[in-house]
């Protein structure tokens, strides 16, 4: 599992390359932001998290793996309450949280329309 990649993943980076092409600039991966978002909008008070599927236990594509299925049942629940903690955190202190998942992100261009109404609107 060490080698397993926490952020700068092929689905982040694309979609970063997303927003950089239409000039919207925003800091990556911040570690001293609970959570460590994907992207954050600080002076918007606006954090984005790409949700893979199988780390973030999608009621539509996860699968428990065959081998180790209660580590895995356990860890996945983990991560879960985590994000639940989390998105309760950012709304608690009056910032926009947004989670897509990572099958959201073939339709790029609503995601990236979305963010751009909720930034013109601060």
Known sequence: MSLIKSSETKLEKSFRKELSGLGLRYRKNVANLMG?????????????????CFWHGCKRHFRVPK?????????IEKNK???KEVTKFYKKNGWIILRFWEHDLKNANK????????LSKK
Do not use: H
């Open 67 to 75: 081998s180790n299925k209660l580590y895995w049942q356990v860890k």
């Open 111 to 118: 995601i990236i329309e979305k963010i751009r109404t909720i």
């Open 81 to 83: 309450n985590r994000d």
């Open 36 to 52: 460590k978002p994907d992207v954050a909008f600080i002076g918007k008070k606006l954090v984005i998290f790409i949700d893979s």
